[in-house]
């Protein structure tokens, strides 16, 4: 089984994803994240991230 999908952050938003998160309820993690911005747009539009060369700041996630 298939338990999550990885996607470039610079390419969100974008219809897969919200397909994958709203109609199939996977979670969806973002690769690779290098500043603040990139995780801003992960926890908008996806579940977690993976992060490379910089300390995330800590985002309030609704």
Not at 10 to 19: A, H, R
Not at 25 to 44: C, G, N, R, S, Y
Request: aromatic share 14%.
């Amino acid at each position: 089984d298939i338990a999550f999908t990885s996607y470039a952050a610079g390419d969100l938003p974008n219809q897969f994803v919200s397909f994958v998160r709203q109609r199939l309820k996977m979670p969806v993690i973002t690769w690779t994240v290098h500043d603040q911005p990139a995780v801003e747009l992960t926890f908008k539009y996806a579940d977690q991230m993976t992060f490379e060369g910089f300390e995330p700041d800590l985002v309030k996630v609704a």
